[in-house]
T-cell receptor, first 117, second 110 residues
Framework: DTGVSQDPRHKITKRGQNVTFRCDPI?????LYWYRQTLGQGPEFLTY????????KSRLLSDRFSAERPKGSFSTLEIQRTEQGDSAMYLC???????????????FGPGTRLLVL | GEDVEQSLFLSVREGDSSVINCTYT??????LYWYKQEPGAGLQLLTY?????DMKQDQRLTVLLNKKDKHLSLRIADTQTGDSAIYFC??????????FGSGTKLNVKP
């Protein structure tokens, strides 16, 4: 396993269509995060999973967005009825927090760049 | 959310040192990180520092932390053209949250 992978790398869609992105984390990592990054900004937290449980969702995650991690391994992020404002890079990261330490290091995938026309 | 601020641009000549600065507001930050992002790519972890440390050195990278002023810096010695990228600082607190700055674009001129 060489790292976090995301698919597709690029997606162009028309406004109103649904899109789904996939993230495969580093295999032993139990935490998985989704971020959105717009041009000139750092990543903004969307949601995260501990194993299959979705523990937190940002206010940025409107009801058109849904994320799943059904078996605690890969995750999907779906955006329904896409809007032009959804155009961004969607980044996935995974981590394995150490119980003996407060340190958590996230490893990022290459991202999926979404363009909504 | 918490505020993490960085200057937007830095330009240096190849072989010089680069210093990228970051300020943060969350006093409960436990770890602070530096990530590098090249065009069209995800974020690559460069280094991190625990909040009770003042300095960490890792090859050409030196991280300095002034916890009192909530100021973090990343020094890259002998900067190379391959170091041209956007550098993000991020803070991590006890609530499993990462907050990223908006990034500093480093341009290295040959």
């Amino acid at each position: 396993d060489t790292g976090v992978s995301q698919d597709p790398r690029h997606k162009i869609t028309k406004r109103g269509q649904n899109v789904t992105f996939r993230c495969d984390p580093i295999s032993e990592h139990n935490r998985l995060y989704w971020y959105r990054q717009t041009l000139g900004q750092g990543p903004e937290f969307l949601t995260y999973f501990q194993n299959e449980a979705q523990l937190e969702k940002s206010r940025l995650l409107s009801d058109r967005f849904s994320a799943e991690r059904p078996k605690g391994s890969f995750s999907t992020l779906e955006i329904q009825r896409t809007e032009q404002g959804d155009s961004a890079m969607y980044l996935c990261a995974s981590s394995l927090p150490k119980a003996s330490s407060s340190r958590e290091t996230q490893y990022f995938g290459p991202g999926t760049r979404l363009l909504v026309l | 959310g918490e505020d993490v601020e960085q200057s937007l641009f830095l330009s240096v000549r190849e072989g010089d040192s680069s210093v990228i600065n970051c300020t943060y507001t969350d006093s409960s930050s436990t770890y602070l990180y530096w990530y590098k992002q090249e065009p069209g790519a995800g974020l690559q972890l460069l280094t991190y520092i625990f909040s009770n440390m003042d300095m960490k050195q890792d090859q050409r990278l030196t991280v300095l932390l002034n916890k009192k002023d909530k100021h973090l810096s990343l020094r890259i010695a002998d900067t190379q053209t391959g170091d041209s990228a956007i550098y993000f600082c991020a803070e991590y607190n006890n609530f499993n949250k990462f907050y990223f700055g908006s990034g500093t674009k480093l341009n290295v001129k040959p």
